[in-house]
């Protein structure tokens, strides 16, 4: 599968693009939030040179074929709000997944289903691509929620699936599939 360049995509009122030195405060706010740096590389509580170190790792995840790291800005003003991540580390058996955080003063607005609209369908344009996963803990009610908007399917729980911070977690699995070509 040929991965290129990171594009932008609309993703309604926002827009998936790379990450700026400019999304710094986006980053401040999700460092300060309890659960974001337990399931991301946000550092927690860090200093303005540990968020521009987190920003610059971003833009290397495409060299890297670890898959893309999209800030969601605002169209109108380019804030930040947020960041939406399609990853590819099983992209040779034709699956991805997407992980995403809403910084804690844009949330219920509407932004990560925007968001996760945008990628999951981007995501299951590739050549290769069948399928598109989503993990989330069963109380993550607000991104399950998300997800379920956004056409993903439950198909089950995930017992004791992964670490996050020192104990390990259930998960709900989640899927989108590429849909069956029209006969
Ligand atoms: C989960 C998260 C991404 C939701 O972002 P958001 O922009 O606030 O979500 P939206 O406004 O697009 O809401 C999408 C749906 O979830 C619902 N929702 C959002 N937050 C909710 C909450 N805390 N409790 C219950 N429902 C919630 C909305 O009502 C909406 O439902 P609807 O389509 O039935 O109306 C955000 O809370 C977040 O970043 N949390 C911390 C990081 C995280 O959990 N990431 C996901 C890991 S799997």
């Given at each position: 599968m040929k991965m290129l360049e990171q594009p932008v995509l609309?993703?309604?009122a926002y827009r998936l693009r790379p990450f700026q030195p400019s999304d710094i405060p986006a980053v401040r706010q999700a460092s300060a939030d309890p659960y974001i740096p337990r399931i991301?590389?946000?550092p927690a509580?860090?200093?303005?040179?540990d968020y521009a170190a987190f920003i610059e790792r971003q833009h290397r995840r495409v060299a890297e074929g670890s898959g893309y790291s999209f800030a969601i800005a605002d169209?109108?003003?380019?804030a930040a709000a947020g960041q939406i991540g399609l990853w590819?580390?099983?992209?040779?058996?034709g699956r991805a997944s997407i992980g995403y955080w809403i910084a804690p003063g844009f949330r219920r607005r509407g932004i990560a289903k925007q968001a996760l609209t945008a990628l999951a369908a981007w995501g299951l344009e590739h050549p290769g691509i069948e399928r598109v996963e989503l993990y989330v803990e069963p109380w993550n009610e607000g991104s399950w929620r998300t997800a379920e908007a956004c056409g993903f399917?439950?198909?089950?729980?995930?017992?004791s699936w992964e670490r996050v911070g020192s104990d390990r977690k259930d998960m709900y699995m989640y899927s989108r599939l590429r849909?069956?070509?029209r006969a």
């Open positions: 609309d993703a309604g991301t590389t946000v509580q860090g200093t303005e040179a169209a109108a003003t380019n590819l580390r099983d992209a040779h058996q399917q439950r198909e089950g729980l995930l017992r849909p069956a070509p």
